[in-house]
Each structure stands twice: as structure tokens, then as C-alpha cells.
């Protein structure tokens, strides 16, 4: 059974600072999705990776996949108050076209 | 263009009580799926529709759900006599399935609260 685990569930951080949040499975995945969901709202596609290595960037937020490792990261630089919500990683493996979701972090950024 | 939409948004109901739920997916998209999020369990697979294919429906929790298509198009996810346990937020989702990516979109929810 894949499973999907995020660390930290709970994270709060000031202003400015940079952070990590992790993703890591269980067995061997394809495709790795970042979700962004704001309170109350539905989940926004951020990132699709495909292939180890792979690294993609949008503004303060930088998703990188180590598909060996079966990790990936979302790297937040110098945070900013809009981007407080909750994240969500998700593996895809093909053939499987359901995903599987992590757990969340909850993200809020403090002034 | 327009998104994933899902109706209603919010449905309270009584215990025993059959509920429908409807998603219309972004236009052209083969595949649709249904999640359910909740406090206790996170986001779980509920169910996979892809073009004529047979639905894959290995996350539904139990008999009392059920999910149709019809026309490729619009699905109605069906859970009959509701449990207080079926309480959740529903989402739909839709993706292209076109080449690898399978990115998928999520409408707005319904969230159901069974009394």
C-alpha cells in the first residue's frame, strides 16, 4: 500500500524566513503533485514533477523531487503573509492514475 | 474558461437520509475523479472515471456509495442511507489524460454534514 507522509503537519514562521517542508512515499512513484489550499477553499495545482532530479520554481516556492530517496521538498524563501494555507504533496505512479495525499502542513506566516 | 464545478455546496441532512451530489468537469476532460476530505482521515480516493472505461472504485468506503457518469461528462456521486461518519468535504477533480502529466483539477466541494 503507498503511503505519503509530509512533515511538519504544523508549521509558523515569521516573515522573511526560509523553510522546507518535506514528502516522502513509500514505494517506487512516477509523478509527484504540490497542492496549495486556502481555508475553506479547494486545492490549487502548484507543481507536477516527473523525473528525478526535476526542480521547478514559482516565485517564493521551489518544489524538487529525489525519486531514489523518494522524497521531495518545497522549499518557501523569505515567506510572505499570502502564502499561509495548507500544502499538500501527492504521488501519482503511472498506471495508477488515482492520486495518494499526504497528511498537510498547515503553514501560517506570522508579520 | 471555466473551472470544475461542483453543486451543491453545502448539504445537511438527516441520518438515513440518501444524498446526490453533482460535479461537472472541465470541458474535455476524459477523466474524473472524486475525493473525500476530512478531519479523521485526510484526502481519500473515492473513485475513477476514465472515457467508457469501467470505473476504478476502490476507494469507496462502503455499498452505501455509488458514482455514474453519464455522457462522459457530468457524475453524480450517490451515498444512501447516510451515517454521521459520511460527514466530509467531496471534491471532484478532472484531468486531460493527455501525455504524462495527469494534472488534476479540483472544483470548490461539497460539504456534507449529517445530523
Known amino acids: 500500500e503507498l503511503k505519503v507522509e509530509q512533515n511538519p503537519l504544523f508549521l509558523s514562521m515569521q516573515e522573511g524566513k526560509n523553510y522546507t517542508i518535506y514528502c516522502n512515499y513509500s514505494?517506487?512513484?512516477?509523478?509527484l503533485y504540490w497542492y496549495r489550499q486556502d481555508p475553506g477553499k479547494s486545492l490549487e495545482s502548484l507543481f507536477v514533477l516527473l523525473s528525478n532530479g526535476a526542480v521547478k520554481q514559482e516565485g517564493r516556492l521551489m518544489a524538487s523531487l529525489d525519486t531514489k530517496a523518494r522524497l521531495s521538498t518545497l522549499h518557501i524563501t523569505a515567506a510572505v503573509h499570502d502564502l499561509s494555507a495548507t500544502y499538500f504533496c501527492?504521488?501519482?505512479?503511472?498506471?495508477?492514475?488515482?492520486?495518494?495525499f499526504g497528511t498537510g502542513t498547515r503553514l501560517t506566516i506570522i508579520p | 474558461g471555466a473551472g470544475v464545478s461542483q453543486s451543491p455546496s453545502n448539504k445537511v441532512t438527516e441520518k438515513g437520509k440518501d444524498v446526490e451530489l453533482r460535479c461537472d468537469p472541465i470541458?474535455?476532460?476524459?477523466?474524473l475523479y472524486w475525493y473525500r476530505q476530512s478531519l479523521g482521515q485526510g484526502l481519500e480516493f473515492l473513485i475513477y472515471f476514465q472515457g467508457n472505461s469501467a470505473p476504478d472504485k476502490s476507494g469507496l468506503p462502503s455499498d452505501r456509495f455509488s458514482a455514474e457518469r453519464t455522457g462522459g461528462s457530468v457524475s453524480t456521486l450517490t451515498i444512501q442511507r447516510t451515517q454521521q461518519e459520511d460527514s466530509a468535504v467531496y471534491l471532484c477533480?478532472?484531468?486531460?489524460?493527455?501525455?504524462?502529466?495527469?494534472?488534476?483539477?479540483f472544483g470548490p466541494g461539497t460539504r456534507l454534514t449529517v445530523l
Open positions: 477533480a478532472s484531468s486531460s489524460s493527455m501525455g504524462q502529466l495527469n494534472e488534476q483539477f
Open positions: 514505494t517506487t512513484s512516477d509523478r
Open positions: 501527492a504521488v501519482g505512479p503511472f498506471g495508477n492514475e488515482k492520486l495518494t
Open positions: 470541458s474535455g476532460h476524459t477523466a
